[in-house]
T-cell receptor, first 117, second 115 residues
Framework: GAVVSQHPSRVICKSGTSVKIECRSL??????MFWYRQFPKKSLMLMAT?????????EQGVEKDKFLINHASLTLSTLTVTSAHPEDSSFYIC?????????????FGPGTRLTVL | AQKVTQAQTEISVVEKEDVTLDCVYE???????LFWYKQPPSGELVFLIR??????QNEISGRYSWNFQKSTSSFNFTITASQVVDSAVYFC????????????FGDGTTLTVKP
């Protein structure tokens, strides 16, 4: 099946720094990618939807200036957590959708665990 | 707005017992997708099943089976003869039919299978 990778798998950073997380579709072109956030022992919450070549659509309550999303190609989307603070510590998961219409299939990446000190 | 409720926060069973994980959903859409995912301690989501709202047939895959009841908005998941390796968090999710990646997840059920 299709594979989605994320890099890095784990990152620890100091408060105030910015962190970039990459999401790549390895063997298919992802017209749309999604970014989710998961707090410990909690559910996944959709943060934003990104379409290649256009601005991301953010869910209500998600700060677009805090979580910058770029989807520059059909195989790569990046999430940058700007000026990270301890409350941004979380498990970030991306998913990529193959295909333009329905039925379509979503593939999840392995996740990136961010710890902000 | 869409909503998924997994009322069972934690379930503990002994190996070889059967266990059913409940999922109830709410949506105004007439067409939609339902999913089940497994999340082991490593964190990576493992896709188990996708079911569209047109298809109410129950499905069986090995020890796994799913019961979709549109009349009660439920999509329950049963593991037969549970094994220790089944221990994980299981998520039920609902998505738009035309945008299957935009999913609403339930809070998850933590299943512990003891030897």
């Amino acid at each position: 099946g299709a594979v989605v990778s994320q890099h890095p798998s784990r990152v620890i950073c100091k408060s105030g720094t910015s962190v970039k997380i990459e999401c790549r579709s390895l063997d298919f072109q992802a017209t749309t990618m999604f970014w989710y956030r998961q707090f410990p022992k909690k559910s996944l919450m959709l943060m934003a939807t990104s379409n290649e070549g256009s601005k991301a659509t953010y869910e209500q309550g998600v700060e677009k200036d805090k979580f910058l999303i770029n989807h520059a190609s059909l195989t790569l989307s990046t999430l940058t957590v700007t000026s990270a603070h301890p409350e941004d510590s979380s498990f970030y998961i991306c998913s990529a959708r193959e295909g333009w219409g329905s039925p379509d299939t979503q593939y999840f990446g392995p996740g990136t665990r961010l710890t902000v000190l | 707005a869409q909503k998924v409720t997994q009322a069972q926060t934690e379930i503990s069973v002994v190996e070889k017992e059967d266990v059913t994980l409940d999922c109830v959903y709410e949506t105004r859409d007439t067409t939609y997708y339902l999913f089940w995912y497994k999340q082991p301690p490593s964190g990576e989501l493992v896709f188990l099943i996708r079911r569209n709202s047109f298809d109410e047939q129950n499905e069986i895959s090995g020890r796994y089976s799913w019961n979709f009841q549109k009349s009660t908005s439920s999509f329950n998941f049963t593991i037969t003869a549970s094994q220790v390796v089944d221990s994980a968090v299981y998520f039920c999710a609902l998505s738009e039919y035309t945008n299957a990646g935009k999913s609403t997840f339930g809070d998850g059920t933590t299943l512990t299978v003891k030897p």
